[in-house]
């Protein structure tokens, strides 16, 4: 069983930065794809960011593609994801998700309860 907890959410204004973090605890970390994922009211969960257990790929949704930044520290047992240029449609909920699988956009296996990212104009 793997459990995660994210954090490093909050209110920012437009073209401002977060770092959301995302600590696994459980089966071993290094052999999961990490995820970031958002949710919008109103709107479907939707894929962020994703990267591999080794951190050498990563997958980026057209949106955030050039503002945010996945990263994992494996010693760490934590996944990151740097936010940049925020803008008020970046509002969500952002969730970390988890799976024993390649990296990839959808499939995923674990969740946390989500961090809530709210970007003023």
């Known amino acids: 069983q793997v459990q995660l907890v994210e954090s490093g959410g909050g209110l920012v204004q437009a073209g401002g930065s977060l770092r959301l973090s995302c600590a696994a605890s459980g089966r071993t970390f290094s052999s999961l794809t990490m995820g970031w994922f958002r949710q919008a009211p109103g709107k479907e969960r939707e894929f962020v960011a994703a990267v591999a257990w080794s951190g050498s790929s990563t997958l980026y949704a057209d949106s955030v593609k050039g503002r945010f930044t996945i990263s994992r520290d494996n010693a760490k047992k934590m996944a990151y994801l740097q936010m940049n240029s925020l803008k008020p449609e970046d509002t969500a909920l952002y969730y970390c998700?988890?799976?024993?699988?390649?990296?990839?956009?959808?499939?995923?296996?674990?969740w946390g309860q989500g961090t809530q990212v709210t970007v003023s104009l």
């Open positions: 998700a988890a799976v024993f699988l390649s990296v990839r956009t959808s499939g995923y296996d674990y």
